[in-house]
Structures are given as structure tokens and as C-alpha cells.
């Protein structure tokens, strides 16, 4: 009987152990999301006595209050949306290359380089070479922005509140998806990814255009939208998709996904081929080739020296290329090396090229 009664115990206490066991780990993993959210909030927010901070420290301008700002459906923007802790801008040889190769091919438009977290230069610090060429064309402008107060007057404005953007698990892809759309609707304009090179001037592109893509959805890496008529609506119902259908664990659902049902909705059919701007109310959708004129599935051609002579055939008429830095990101070469994508970038962002060890 002692026995038996002993084992019933037992088997509670162990029940109990477990019960208690199990809490604690989900009270861990609680804790540890809310410490993770909060963190990640903190690097974005706009912090106005930073430049107290260190006396050599030196922040860009805020987007909102600078002196210089963008001409409305004329500028071209970059979005950088890591976090910097330590508040020095961070841009790798790469994204450089997509500003200069903007900037060289674009000297009448001015190109906003934004970024999220706001950064700037240390004096102290190491700066990489080809930073210092991109501060020598006059029409490059490095800004700072602060989230919430960036998207006031658009659609997100309470939402972005809600902080329900941090919880996403593709964080500075989703913010990228969400920024894009809240300048085109506040500014207009031309918006564009840091993974391209630009090879010609943009001016023949014309607006209120999208580029075409080798997969099922419409890439948002190079688009162009006014503030006002049909580029006002795409970006509008882009926000208020947000809004609505915001998804923490797809990383194509707040983009490409979004964008495409958009134009399906507003060109009535979901055959890309028909997408002309006299049936999508002048909005108007580039052919694959102008900006993505080889597959996501073969990036590696950009990169691998035996296939340097057909990549840059397939690039040869291309506006730009773009490298699908969500693959590429981790292939680095030293400068010199004989691929399609340094041949590209030696012709059209030559003070960054020239500047850089790896490329």
C-alpha cells in the first residue's frame, strides 16, 4: 500500500517537474522575444543628441528637415536598412558601386541614399576608400530618417506604430518592402535596390513603371511611382496591404507578392504579357530584360570567369544589372577578378572599383 502510494507520488512530482519545466521555457522564450523586440526597436529609433555623443562623430542629415530635398517624381533612392549600433554608416563596396554607377549615368538627378538607423562618419574610425569617392559627386546625398516620423501622413501611420514590423523574421528585407513604398508615395520618384549596377541613363525609362521578373511575382527592385495619379495609387494600396495582409514569416509576401496582385488588380488580368499602360491606367511594366536580364536561378553567371563572355552578352542592352544580393551576398572577389560583374562595375562605377580590395 506504502508502496503504491509512494509511486503515485512520485509520478505527480515528476508530472509537476515537467509542467514546471515546460513553463519555463516558454516563459524564456517569451522574455527573450520581448528583450529581442525591444532591442530592435532601440537601433532604429532617432536619437537627436546623438551628436553629444562623440565629438568626432558626424551624423547625415535627417531626410525630413534637410535643406536640400527631393524634387518630387525626379530624385532616385536607396534604402539601407541594417541596424548600426555603433552609429557609423554602414556600405559595402557594393552598394557603393550601385550609388556611383547611379550618380555617374545621372548627373542632372539627385540620389538620396537613406538610411534607417540613424549613422554617420567617425573621424576616428577607419573609413573604407570608396565611401570618400562617393562624397565627390555632388549630386550623391547621404540622409538619416526616423521611422515613425517618416511614415506621418501616409496611410501606415498608426500602424508603424504598432511596432508589428520588428516581429518579422526577414526584418531589413520587410522594412526595404515598407520604406520603398512610403518615400514613392511621400516623394515620388525612382527607387531602386543596392545590388545593381546602372549601365546607361535612366531618362528614357519614362514613369510609373515596375520591372518584370523571370518568376511568378513582379520584382519591386527598380521602381519608378509619382506621388500622384496611378503611381499614387499603386503605393497607396501597397501601404494599406500592409496594413491588412502584413506577413511576419514570408519573405516575398509584403513585396513582390503585394505588388503583383496590385497590378493584377488594377490591369484586370494576372497575364503579365498584357500589362500595357493603356490597359493598367498608365502604369507601366519594363520587360524582364531591362533590369533583370538574367534568372535569379543563375546569378552565378555575374561571378564565374567562364561564364563572363555570355552574361555580359545577355547584359549588353540591360538599362542595369541586378545581382540578387539575397544569394550573392557572400561571394567576394578580389578586385581584378575576370567576371561580368567586375567588368560591369570597373566601366561604371570606376572611383569605387578602383578603390576596393574585394568585389
Known amino acids: 500500500m506504502l508502496v503504491r502510494l509512494f509511486r503515485h507520488f ?3 512530482c515528476l508530472l509537476l517537474l515537467f509542467a514546471v519545466c515546460i513553463l519555463c521555457i516558454y516563459l524564456s522564450a517569451f522574455f527573450l522575444r520581448a528583450y529581442d523586440l525591444k532591442n530592435k526597436i532601440l537601433c532604429y529609433k532617432h536619437v537627436e543628441s546623438k551628436e553629444s555623443l562623440s565629438t568626432s562623430m ?7 528637415n534637410a535643406n536640400k530635398q527631393p524634387i518630387p517624381g525626379k530624385a532616385i533612392f536607396f534604402h539601407e536598412t541594417s541596424c548600426s549600433t555603433t552609429g557609423i554608416a554602414k556600405l559595402n563596396a557594393k552598394q557603393a558601386c550601385a550609388i556611383e554607377s547611379t550618380a555617374l549615368w545621372n548627373p542632372d538627378r539627385d540620389i538620396f541614399v537613406i538610411f534607417a538607423s540613424s549613422v554617420g562618419l567617425d573621424s576616428n574610425e577607419h573609413m573604407p576608400p570608396f565611401i570618400g569617392e562617393l562624397l565627390k559627386y555632388e549630386n550623391i546625398h547621404l540622409r538619416n530618417m526616423d521611422l515613425w516620423e517618416y511614415s506621418a501622413g501616409t496611410p501606415v501611420a498608426e500602424w508603424v506604430k504598432t511596432n508589428d514590423l520588428f516581429k518579422s523574421r526577414f526584418l531589413y528585407e520587410h522594412m526595404s518592402d515598407y520604406l520603398r513604398a512610403v518615400t514613392l ?4 520618384g525612382l527607387y531602386m535596390d543596392l545590388d545593381i549596377v546602372v549601365q546607361k541613363s535612366l531618362k528614357d525609362l519614362g514613369e510609373d513603371f515596375l520591372g518584370d521578373d523571370w518568376g511568378e511575382v513582379v520584382a519591386g527592385g527598380v521602381m519608378h511611382l509619382n506621388n500622384f ?3 499614387r495609387e499603386v503605393s497607396g494600396r501597397y501601404l494599406k496591404g500592409v496594413i491588412n495582409t502584413f506577413d511576419v514569416d514570408d519573405f516575398l509576401a509584403n513585396g513582390p507578392t503585394l ?3 496590385i ?3 488594377i490591369c484586370k488580368t494576372t497575364n503579365r504579357t498584357l500589362w500595357t499602360r493603356e490597359r493598367c491606367s498608365g502604369l507601366k511594366l519594363q520587360p524582364k530584360e531591362t533590369f533583370y536580364p538574367i534568372s535569379w536561378t543563375d546569378y552565378l ?5 567562364v561564364a563572363r563572355e555570355e552574361a555580359l552578352k545577355l547584359a549588353m542592352n540591360s538599362t542595369l544589372i541586378h545581382v540578387w544580393n539575397d544569394r550573392s551576398s557572400k561571394i567576394w572577389n578580389k578586385v581584378g577578378t575576370n567576371n561580368a560583374y567586375q567588368s560591369t562595375a570597373e566601366k561604371n562605377c570606376p572611383l569605387v572599383w578602383g578603390s576596393s580590395e574585394y568585389f
Open 185 to 188: 508615395y511621400k516623394f515620388g
Open 259 to 261: 505588388l503583383t496582385q
Open 229 to 231: 495619379g496611378i503611381g
Open 58 to 64: 558626424v551624423y547625415f542629415d535627417d531626410i525630413s
Open 263 to 265: 497590378c493584377a488588380d
Open 301 to 305: 553567371m555575374y561571378f564565374e570567369p
Open 10 to 12: 512520485q509520478r505527480k
